[in-house]
């Protein structure tokens, strides 16, 4: 029997990836060990300060970070994670934050500065309300995936180890909070903390419509030597990622499936808004606007020295035109 290339992949437990976990998708010759059981933040950490893992998902701010820095990375355009973030912005109801402009010179804390979401608000912010990042005092509770000099004129703490960021919005220390997760307060709805926008969806599909961008936040990372002594896998790995997609995708027709009530319309909806395939992988179309936007407000706000190019991001997994398995005769 043909030895296949052992790797390790660590990601989440997504509905998208389960062909790939459950055996039913294979990439052609390589052989998987997948973990999912570890959280974002741990995954990200391991795998960009420890190298643990062959290939992983990963932050793709701090990839950047990283890959602009010279640290021995590559990554695949496959994007498990995305997520409009106008739902994230939570304030102390104390604070008198009414609007994006309240903001300004005001403690704002964040999981870590680094994280994909907060790039992505503080470039929302800036961006489309007019709330420069500069403007705000930072408060940071993790440490860093990558190290990286602060930008000059920025004010960014890190909270003492026995402080929790999501408590000092509670106790309103910090006047609000971007987050890359629901909050244990909004859960819980603690009167003590709200959303700056209450009726968050109703931006972010406007957001969409003005732009046609639905915020990408992980990238598949790989490490480089994995491609230089296997230089097909990249391609091999990203058209088994396609099809557990789209096994997934069909799956997920069947309201069934789903303990929700008003299931398919709510996917009827998402249809009829983001189109069929919200989860597009590859850098071409409107992932090529995403990407050039996030890469443009990480350059602002100094979290890498130049506009990169997207291709300099990024593996080339193409295979020509009319080339794969649909076209073959």
């Known amino acids: 029997m043909t030895k296949k290339v052992e790797l390790t992949l660590a990601c989440g437990d997504y509905e998208i ?24 933040t741990t995954r990200h950490w391991r795998f960009l300060r420890n190298g643990e893992f062959d290939v992983a998902e990963v932050s793709l701010s701090s990839y950047m970070a990283a890959k ?5 990375f590559d990554a695949i355009p496959v994007f498990l994670h995305r997520r409009f973030r106008h739902g994230f912005i939570f304030t102390h109801t104390a604070s008198s934050i009414r609007e994006p402009k309240d903001l300004i010179g005001r403690k704002v804390g964040v999981k870590s500065y680094l994280v994909t979401a907060s790039l992505w608000l503080r470039g929302l912010l800036e961006g489309e309300y007019g709330v420069p990042h500069q403007s705000i005092e930072w408060y940071s509770e993790l440490d860093e995936d990558v190290d990286y000099t602060l930008p000059s004129g920025l004010k960014l703490h890190k909270i003492a180890e026995d402080k929790s960021i999501e408590q000092m919005l509670v106790d309103g220390e910090i006047d609000a909070l971007l987050h890359p997760d629901l909050i244990a307060p909004i859960k819980k709805r603690d009167p003590r903390v709200g959303r700056l926008f209450p009726n968050y969806k109703a931006e972010e599909i406007a957001y969409y419509e003005r732009t046609g961008i639905f915020p990408i936040m992980h990238v598949m990372g790989i490490r480089p030597d994995i491609v ?35 299931y398919r319309e709510a996917w009827e909806e998402q249809q009829a808004i983001l189109g069929d395939d919200p989860w597009a992988y590859g850098v071409e179309g409107q992932n090529a606007r995403t990407l050039e936007t996030v890469i443009g407000y990480a350059h602002q706000q100094g979290l890498i020295d130049r506009k990169v190019a997207i291709s300099d991001l990024f593996l080339d997994v193409s295979q020509g035109r009319k080339r794969g398995d649909k076209h073959r005769v």
């Open 228 to 262: 230089v002594r296997h230089p097909w896998v990249p391609i091999n790995l990203y058209i088994a990622f396609e099809e557990a997609k789209q096994v997934a995708m069909k799956r997920m027709e069947n309201p069934r499936i789903v303990p929700l009530a008003w």
């Open 68 to 72: 602009t820095r010279g640290l021995p």
């Open 17 to 40: 990836v389960r062909a790939l976990k459950e055996g039913t998708v294979r990439p052609d010759g390589i052989e998987l060990t997948i973990l999912t059981e570890m959280d974002s």
